[in-house]
């Protein structure tokens, strides 16, 4: 078992207002993200699953044409290949 800071994890930014910091196992990432107000995912799928949990702010996610606006304490279950895209509000 490893035990991880996420102070200690170099952050990124893979999409122009989203950053990011990942914790890896060998089965499992999860992702920290921060996203400026107004910045907007490109729709697009991917082969693993995720799980969204907005902690702060608003998340306006798209999956498979369905939109919702998740606010703090929601959760998104997106599965394999969904298409998904999204604005932070």
Known sequence: MEFVDLKDIHQTEPINGFKVKF???D??????WEIKANSILPDHSHVHEQMSIVTKGEFELTINGKTMTLR??????IQSNERHSAKAI
């Open 23 to 25: 914790a890896h196992s």
């Open 72 to 77: 703090p304490g929601m959760v998104a279950v």
């Open 27 to 32: 089965n499992l990432t999860l992702a920290f």
